[in-house]
């Protein structure tokens, strides 16, 4: 059901476009905002010094926490395999640190300060640890995937700020954070959805996880003005990941969104071939553009598709190093 429904919103892709806009224009609204608001009530920070602090309180919590990994290893009768965190004093004065389980792993993910209206022109690497408390027997999406998973996002001291605890569909590059996105590629999907002959589904042996996520691949010094979130909060995302959509083409021109990464550094938003000519009020990344070079001819008229529409490959016809969908000139 869920992944039928994936396919569906494909096809519904005018809306899901329009949601985009939608998303990104909120971000716009803020930058607007920003330069006053910010400034009386948030002391402008590099986000070279926050990255520092942040990653010292990731760490101080990975160090004086453990998570339920007991359960994890030797899962009780209708254990529900939900990770719960807590600290390692008293009774618990024995727990491994989450620290020193084998199942946290880090990613070092490059962001600039310009996302978050900075002009500084800072390039940061910040650390992302993630716990796969359990992995799931699927594959891993790619941060250009629809996604079907449930997740709840704390903060460090674990006041929860928001949540989903039913499966829910997301694109991982629509609007989402960084941290949260480049997280949830590490984690392995489930098999399912499976019927369950009363009109709801269900998902199997699928992967559990926690994202620590510091403030510069979260919302910086731009929290949601709605949230109990506040400037440059790391954050922790629980996840369970049921299913995903290999390959997704998130815009329809014919291309998963992935391959439209044309820079590799797994953020999707930063590629716009046509950004110079598109209308100084709009920014559609690649992944997001049905006719990337703006040339008039829609992208998947530029490209090598099987006869069940399928993506094959690229083509270059005038042979000058730039594939056809990206070459206005072609
Ligand atoms: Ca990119
Ligand atoms: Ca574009
Ligand atoms: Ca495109
Ligand atoms: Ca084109």
Redesign the pocket.
């Known amino acids: 059901m869920y992944l039928a429904d994936l396919k569906t919103k494909c096809m519904k892709r005018n809306q899901l476009i329009a949601l985009f806009l939608v998303i990104i224009g909120v971000w716009s609204c803020r930058n607007d905002d920003d330069g006053l608001l910010d400034a009386e009530t948030v002391p402008p920070r590099t986000m070279s010094e926050v990255a520092i602090e942040d990653d010292a309180e990731i760490m101080a919590f990975l160090q004086t926490h453990f998570y339920n990994y007991e359960e994890f290893e030797n899962p009780p009768i209708d254990f529900d395999f939900v990770i719960k965190f807590d600290t390692i004093a008293g009774d618990n004065a024995d727990k491994t640190p989450i620290i020193s389980r084998p199942e946290l792993k880090s990613v070092v993910i490059r962001e600039e300060s310009a996302t978050f209206g900075r002009e500084d022109g800072e390039e940061i690497d910040h650390t992302l640890y993630y716990l796969e408390a359990r992995m799931g027997v699927g594959e891993s999406p790619t941060i250009g995937d629809n996604v079907v998973l449930q997740y709840e996002g704390t903060l460090l001291d674990g006041t929860p700020f928001d949540g989903h605890n039913t499966p829910l569909n997301q694109y991982l590059s629509g609007g989402l954070i960084r941290g949260y996105s480049n997280g949830v590629e590490k984690l392995h999907a489930g098999t399912g959805p499976i019927e369950n002959g009363d009109g709801t589904v269900s998902f199997e042996d699928f992967g559990v996880g926690a994202i620590f996520i510091p403030s510069g691949l979260g919302y910086f010094s731009r929290p949601p003005q709605t949230s109990i979130i506040g400037a440059y909060a790391p954050l922790i995302f629980k996840i369970a990941l049921f299913a995903f959509e290999k390959d997704t083409d998130f815009d329809g021109d014919g291309i998963p969104s992935i391959l439209e990464d044309l820079d590799g550094d797994g953020n999707l938003n930063n590629d ?4 110079d000519t ?1 209308p100084p009020t709009v ?4 992944h ?2 049905t006719d ?1 070079d ?1 040339d008039g001819i829609p992208t998947i008229d530029e490209i090598e598709l099987d006869s069940d529409g399928n993506f094959v490959g690229f083509r270059d016809s005038d042979g000058d190093g730039i594939d056809d969908h990206l070459d206005n000139d072609n």
């Open positions: 716009n071939t046509d950004a598109e920014f559609f990344p690649n997001n553009d990337d703006q």
